[in-house]
């Protein structure tokens, strides 16, 4: 009879725990159902439906949230900002990144006095307001809030667009408080600069941010006269959080008879003019050849060096020095001229070097196939390309792939 009892009462005991961790929900239960509890275990934020606290507060803008609790202990809140990310474009893999700040006990006692001051508490949800515009854009703030019996969930869409209605003032004028008070334009871009630049980011919103991945090429380079060869380069606008902006590349030909040209490249851009439509570069390139009838078959070589402009319409030009090592130094003009066609993936190239008595000139046109997004390789390419050097004429072939 006594273990009845004890059974009993452990069974009473654990209704109560659990009828107390329940609250009753007001405002936008369809939004607490389908998304909030999700959002909530991703970014490890308080579970407020089952919080014994005396007052619970959460405001939720794209990429930030603002959390806020009173116990016996007093006021404490923090700042968490959050970002969706995925490594590839248009991959399906999505992780999201956040941090979290711990506000200061004076911080979070100014803001405890905001939200108490202003009358955010007692405002219903949008979907309660009269005349309350919907729209697919625009941004939505959040509200969250608690005691020990209910919670209060709340959303407003874009409170800016509302006209005059007086419900929209006091959304916008506690949010104008709230973010300036803990700066939070500021601590979210501190934030986002951290970010690893790589991959694409959003925030919540429609907008999406992508850098250019890294990319590294490998392939095949022959010609006529050299049938045998490799291609590889390895390009880079960030390095983790460091914008470098460079690339290198090494294309090498030989054959059988020990004949060969090495053709090597250093290029960074970027660097003064930052641009879309209007960016620079400065590009260095070594090359070392031994080529039969060519100076008695000794190996002549090349240092170029070239600063160029990327303008509209995806149109390049470039100009430089090519100092070639022959019987002696002999220094000339380095002329470059470079064109994109984004409809038909094709990109020409054509560089010239004048000397006194002497024009070395190489066309080259370059078909890229781009393929599907979540494969491991990005894009083919196939090229091909006339050189006239010294009087040695060659046709070079190109087939290389993208990582």
């Not at 200061?104 to 009358?119: G, T, W």
């Not at 991959?199 to 850098?211: A, F, K, R, V």
Request: with cysteine.
């Amino acid at each position: 009879m006594k273990k009845l009892q004890i059974i009993l009462v452990l069974f009473l005991l654990s209704l109560e725990i659990a009828f107390s961790q329940t609250k009753k929900l007001e405002g936008d239960t369809t939004y607490f159902v389908t998304s909030s509890k999700e959002f909530q275990k991703t970014l490890n934020l308080r579970d407020f439906e089952k919080s014994t606290n005396e007052f619970n507060f959460r405001f939720r803008n794209l990429g930030q949230v603002v959390e806020l609790t009173q116990d016996s202990c007093g006021v404490n809140g923090t700042i968490t900002n959050y970002i969706y990310h995925t490594r590839k474009a248009n991959r399906d893999n999505t992780e999201v990144l956040f941090d979290k700040i711990i506000l200061s006990p004076e911080q979070a006692k100014n803001i405890y006095n905001i939200i108490q001051n202003s009358s955010i508490l007692t405002l219903q949800s949008d979907d309660k307001i009269k005349n309350w515009n919907k729209g697919l854009d625009g941004i939505t703030y959040i509200i969250e809030h608690t005691d020990k019996k209910t919670y209060w969930l709340k959303k407003y869409w874009t409170p800016s667009s509302q006209d005059s209605i007086p419900e929209a003032l006091i959304v916008r004028n506690f949010v104008e408080k709230l973010t300036n008070s803990l700066n939070l334009q500021k601590t979210y871009t501190t934030f986002n600069n951290d970010l690893p630049k790589i991959g694409c980011y959003n925030s919540g919103g429609l907008n999406t941010l992508c850098y250019i991945s890294n990319s590294l090429e490998i392939g095949y380079s022959g010609s006529t006269r050299l049938p045998l060869g490799f291609f590889t380069s390895y390009s880079a606008s960030f390095i983790g959080k460091t914008q470098v902006n460079s690339g290198i590349g090494l294309q090498y030909n030989f054959d059988n008879n020990g004949f060969q040209h090495l053709n090597f490249q250093a290029s960074k851009w970027k660097i003064f003019y930052r641009k879309n439509n209007f960016s620079d570069f400065i590009a260095y390139n070594y090359q070392n050849r031994k080529l039969a009838n060519v100076n008695g078959g000794n190996r002549l070589e090349n240092h170029q060096i070239k600063y160029g402009l990327n303008l509209k319409s995806n149109f390049g030009i470039g100009a430089g020095i090519d100092v070639l090592f022959i019987d002696n130094e002999k220094i000339g003009s380095y002329l470059y001229a470079f064109k994109w066609f984004p409809k038909l993936n094709i990109s020409t190239t054509l560089t010239s070097s004048i000397f006194y008595n002497q024009l070395n000139y190489k066309g080259e046109i370059l078909k890229s196939i781009n393929l599907n997004s979540k494969s491991f390789l990005h894009r083919i390419t196939l090229g091909l390309a006339y050189e006239d050097f010294m009087d040695y004429k060659d046709l070079y072939v190109r087939v290389q792939v993208s990582f």
